[in-house]
């Protein structure tokens, strides 16, 4: 099963970088920074189709795992995250596009998260699982890992 880990952070190696680094040799996954990406908000009228986005999402239909990695902030993932959620929209609004969003109904996801708490807040879990169940995948795992307040440096 080839595997892919999709993550988004402000600090490109930093804690959840360092949770990625513990789980991708256990899955022998591949590494995404999806801040590398330019990914621009949706828009209604598909103005953004020039970005980073398309293509992106296109790489990751050739794994049959995704996991979607995120610090937990103020109980969300990461705004680069939820702009490529809120792309995958365009994938639903394009009847050309949609044969390849139906290619998620036949992949697993996993969430990998972390914060200063001992677990993700229930309400950070819910919109990626939601979302990736909306589209037919199947959840495989949610793994969290705490890390020490780092405060003012």
């Given amino acids: 099963m080839k595997s892919v880990i999709l993550y988004s952070s402000s600090k490109k190696h930093g ?5 990625v680094n513990k789980l991708a040799p256990m899955l022998r996954a591949e590494c995404i920074y999806l801040d590398d990406y330019e990914i621009n908000d949706y828009c209604y009228e598909h103005t953004n ?19 979607f990695a995120s610090p937990v ?7 680069r995250m939820k702009a490529f959620f809120d792309r995958i929209t365009e994938f639903m609004d394009d009847e050309a596009l949609q044969p ?9 996801f996993s969430i990998l998260s972390n914060s200063i708490k001992e ?3 229930e309400c950070f879990i819910e919109v990626f699982q939601r979302t990736c169940e909306y589209l037919g995948m199947t959840c495989r ?3 969290h890992y705490q890390y020490p307040f780092e405060g003012e440096k």
């Fill in 100 to 108: 390849e969003l139906r290619k998620l109904r036949s992949k697993e």
């Fill in 119 to 121: 677990a993700a807040p």
């Fill in 73 to 79: 902030y103020w109980y969300a993932m990461t705004p």
């Fill in 49 to 67: 189709s020039d970005d980073d986005f398309r293509a992106l999402f296109r790489s990751l239909l050739n794994y049959d795992h995704i996991v």
């Fill in 15 to 19: 804690n959840t970088a360092h949770s």
């Fill in 141 to 143: 795992s949610q793994i």
